[in-house]
Structures are given as C-alpha cells and as structure tokens.
C-alpha cells in the first residue's frame, strides 16, 4: 500500500495544454518529491519540496514545472504548456535523507 | 551535474543462476539505496547503507558499500523468476534533498 496517492492515474492532454498532477500523502510528512520517468528509462529527480517550499530542483524543472501544497494536503506539480517530451510517469514521493516511498504514478501521455 | 551509472544495462539470466549489479556515483556519498521498480510498477526501497565498506544481506540479497563511498553492488543469489524487474541505486546530493538515480538494470529471469 502505497504511503502517498496520485491523482489521476492517467491523463491525456493535447500538446500546449496545462496539467496538474496531484499527490495526497497518507500520513503527514514534510518532505516531498517529483520525479519523472520516460518510458524505459530511469527515474529522474524533478524537485523536492519541504516546508511548503521548494527545496531542491534539477536542472529539468524550468519554468514550464511548479509545485505548491495549496491546501496544506494535496501537493501539486503543474506544467505549463505541456509539450510532447513531457510524455511520461510522474511519480510522487515522501522522504528525506531516508527511503522514499513512491506513489503509482500518473501516466502523462502528451498528443 | 551528478553521475550515477550503473552496469549492466539488461541482465538474463536462467532460473537460478546469481546477478550481480553495479553502481558509481562521480562523487562521495552519504549513503546509497537500492529500489526494484517491477513492470508497470513504482519504484520499491529495498535497503539504505550508510557506512563505507558496509554489507546487508536479506535473504538471497547482499548489498555492498564501497570503500570510498563512490560505488555499490547488488547481488542475488540463486535468481527466482519473482526477481524479475529492474534494480537502481540512488543517492542523495546537496543538502539531501535531491536524490539521483542509477540507470537501472534491467534483470530477466527465465523459469
């Protein structure tokens, strides 16, 4: 059982669309994370988030990705203007220098 | 940036048979994990080692810590087919809030 819970499983968008992928934890956690994973390839960090701020990104979060915990609960990451390299498994996961714990993903599938 | 390469990229191996995995991070870790993502599945923590030349074993496992915290291995013992997926390493950099991920590798096992 997964100990966070993403929103949707699978969304398809057309190219040059907005979308926002969502991640409830469990538990109450601090620590948050995205990552993507093209189809095949590894598991790439995107940011990581604590405190209601980002606290790391990698060099392919630019100004297409955000994130925020609007309501305190959910934890969002947008992309803006989506393009069709964004086609992949967004994962979210909790954890700081620990283990981290994956959600199962959202299929994002850009047309 | 940060490197973590592991080989191989794919093993296949016959039921039974021992794997073996190799990671390298391009510089010193604080310490290093390993995941198994099965097929259409999330990433999965399967061990963290914090001390250099440190080795865990569970069950048909056995983790390793270089010396120099700059590399790792996995080996398994007498493959199962169960042991179908693909294993990475990670390791966190900065201020522990950014983790990167190995190139995985992809183990087949045939029954």
């Known amino acids: 059982e997964p100990e966070v819970t993403q929103t949707p499983s699978h969304q398809v968008t057309q190219m040059g669309q907005e979308v926002i992928l969502r991640c409830v934890p469990i538990s109450n956690h601090l620590y948050f994370y995205w990552y993507r994973q093209i189809l095949g390839q590894k598991v790439e960090f995107l940011v990581s988030f604590y405190n209601n701020e980002i606290s790391e990104k990698s060099e392919i979060f630019d100004d297409q990705f955000s994130v925020e915990r609007p309501d305190g609960s959910n934890f969002t990451l947008k992309i803006r203007s989506t393009k069709l390299e964004d086609s992949a498994m967004y994962f979210c996961a909790r954890g700081s220098n620990q283990p981290q714990h994956f959600g199962d993903g959202t299929r994002l599938s850009i047309l | ?111």
């Open chain 2, 1 to 111: 940036g940060q490197q973590v390469m592991q080989i191989p990229q794919y093993q296949h191996v016959q039921e039974g048979e021992d794997f073996t995995t190799y990671c390298n991070s391009s510089t010193t870790l604080s310490n290093i994990q390993w995941y198994k993502q099965r097929p259409g599945g999330h990433p999965v923590f399967l061990i963290q080692l914090v001390k250099s030349g440190e080795v865990k074993k569970q069950k048909r496992l056995t983790f390793q810590f270089g010396e120099a915290k700059k590399n790792s291995s996995l080996h398994i013992t007498a493959t199962q087919t169960t042991d179908v997926g693909t294993y990475f390493c990670a390791g966190p950099y900065g201020n522990f809030n950014k983790f990167y991920f190995g190139s995985g590798t992809k183990l087949n096992v045939k029954p």
